[in-house]
DNA sequence: AATTTGGATGTTATAATGTAACATCAGCTC
DNA sequence: GAGCTGATGTTACATTATAACATCCAAATT
């Protein structure tokens, strides 16, 4: 059961913890994150913090909030969306791990999955043995939803 | 060893026994990124051709022919990084088999690698256990190259 | 050879995503 | 209150991509 208040209140104690502050606009932008299921745009959290919040927030501000609650490990990028959502763990303890995200393409409905360590060191190895190095593990899955199948 | 024309006149063959044709300008757009061992943009591509062919593509075309090079199986379009690669495979057999792609953030040099089918089964089960379904199993993983490290 | 016809390409306009550069504001400390 | 720092605003623009419509070209048919 996710709460979106309590994890309002986690975030701010994670953030001042870290010497940063969970404004008001960005309360606003990740609050919009939370109570969707689907992955939104950039310009589509402007439309709901105007919408839920009567918020005007310009585009710029938009995305450097989303970049501020990305290093705080509130918000994921999807790549392969452009597209944003909320971390499925920011209300327990397993922050940083390792996720595939099951994207609708179609809907854009989201699904973050933990990554079985098994797996991640699989891929890692792959991508050693070609001489690369791993940045970001993140695996984006392009799927249909339940509803959009 | 990749030779670039033994793949051209293989994408030719592959083309005709489908009912299409591998035009000079597809060929053009092909060769550019058989020939580079990075992923290119589109824009990149418009580039490309106009120097090493002195042919000038719009853009609108450069998209209609990557498309089409992607529905034949010839290119990958790299949805993290808004960029295309040749298909590693057009000179084997493997045609249309899972990969998985290190692309190196910094100068996008693109490697593809082969997925084991144990893998691509995991990740599947995944998937499958949250209802939805999987469209296209290509996974891109966000690296840097020996040189950009 | 002329005609037809469908696929390939060209043109123009515009949408969507994102960033650079600089200005201003708001809250804290002294 | 003055000054500092981080947050936000403003403007302009870059990049990626597609829609809608026009034209061209090459192969098939007459």
Redesign the pocket.
Known sequence: MRNTDSIIRRAEKLCASRG??L????KYVLTGLLESDKAL????LIDVCKEKYDE??????V???L??LQSEYLVH?L?TA???ASCANIDDDKVGCYSQFLICRSCSKVKEVGLKPSMMAELQATVQDASFKLVNPQLEMNCLCEDCV
């Open positions: 940063t502050r404004t008001k606009k960005r745009s950039a310009y589509e005007d927030i310009p585009a710029m501000s995305y450097r909030i970049e501020f990028k790549n452009s597209k944003y």
